[in-house]
């Protein structure tokens, strides 16, 4: 490879050398300060959790807590941003020279409203048309409808698939206790052997109770 082949890439790697030097030692001679404070809403009266401050190209950010509050160390001279979704984007700029090495900040953000064209939904290609599908459109009356829910056969069904209430699965569950008791103290009782039972077996049958309507 030739000399005047070697002489450009040699030229180009020392100045971006040289470049990235005198950025560290820039980067150096700047003073680290500790930036914080706390972001509210346009009217200050809440604070704006979740929002992002970076510096851009540094790789440095953070976000606001819970109550707005951050903090995050800083370059004198850097450009911090703020970003929230729905608000306006805000920058911040450190100065150049800074006695101090903290900064506090109380940083409001707008709402970013954004104004869209009108738009004017329609369902048919002109008005006329709309017109007329709306006058040949067939209504059904409400009250068949609800007639229709409420006859026997909707009504048993509902029955049938509503679950029980409160006060059924209560009785069902006494029932249970009632029965597992009888069985730790004794048999069950057959109804069939009951004189009470049989008397008011007899009255109905005296009374006609059973007789075919």
Do not use: H
């Amino acid at each position: 490879m030739k000399i005047t082949q070697i002489l450009p890439f040699v030229l180009v790697l020392g100045f971006f050398f040289l470049s990235q030097t005198s950025f560290a030692q820039d980067e150096r001679e700047r003073k680290v300060i500790q930036l914080s404070g706390i972001i509210l809403n346009a009217d200050s009266t809440d604070a704006v959790p979740g929002v992002n401050i970076y510096v851009p190209k540094k790789g440095r950010g953070t976000a606001s807590g819970r109550f707005g509050y951050f903090s995050m160390p800083v370059l004198e001279g850097d450009s911090v941003v703020f970003t929230f979704i729905g608000l306006k984007k805000q920058t911040f700029k450190v100065p150049e020279k800074v006695e101090s090495d903290r900064i506090s900040l109380i940083l409001t953000m707008e709402v970013d409203e954004i104004a869209l064209a009108e738009i004017e939904v329609m369902p048919y290609p002109t008005e006329e048309e709309f017109k007329k599908a709306v006058i040949a459109m067939s209504v059904v009356d409400p009250m068949s409808i609800s007639r229709s829910n409420m006859s026997p056969e909707m009504l048993l069904r509902w029955a049938e698939s509503i679950p029980a209430s409160g006060g059924e699965n209560f009785r069902y569950f006494q029932q249970g206790q009632m029965m597992q008791n009888q069985d730790l103290y004794g048999p069950r009782p057959l109804r069939i052997l009951d004189p009470f039972a049989w008397s008011q077996f007899i009255r109905s049958i005296k009374r006609g109770d059973l007789k075919s309507k």
